[in-house]
């Protein structure tokens, strides 16, 4: 079975920075692409970030310039790096995983940006 475990989620000053960690169970190889969703409360999932195998990187408009998503692969862990944190980046944030077949979702680490 997948696992996907999140961790590095707190409460940060705006400006500040967090480092988010996906870690999976078995070979983060097994999956196509890697990504970072957030949920604000009354708000709908979003994509965050993304990457995939073979190297290539999607962002979010609203947070181009500021996150960094990152892999991992000998340690089975994809990051997500968070610079320059807006109060509008509060939320959960949930790691994904998609691979040919199947997906898998990580239970969430909550960050909270104070103003």
């Known amino acids: 079975q997948v696992r996907l475990v999140e961790s590095g989620g707190g409460l940060v000053r705006a400006g500040g920075s967090l480092r988010l960690s996906c870690e999976v169970s078995?070979?983060?190889?097994?999956?196509?692409?890697l990504g970072w969703y957030r949920q604000a409360p009354g708000k709908q999932r979003e994509l965050v970030a993304s990457?995939?195998?073979?190297?290539?990187?999607i962002y979010a408009d609203s947070v181009k310039g500021r996150f960094t998503i990152s892999r991992d692969n000998a340690k089975n862990t994809v990051y997500l790096q968070m610079n320059s944190l807006k109060p509008e980046d509060t939320g959960v944030y949930y790691c994904?995983?998609?691979?040919?077949?199947?997906?898998?979702w990580g239970q969430g680490t909550q960050v909270t940006v104070s103003s």
């Open positions: 994904k995983g998609t691979g040919t077949w199947f997906e898998a």
């Open positions: 078995g070979s983060i190889l097994r999956f196509n692409a």
């Open positions: 990457t995939s195998t073979g190297g290539s990187t």
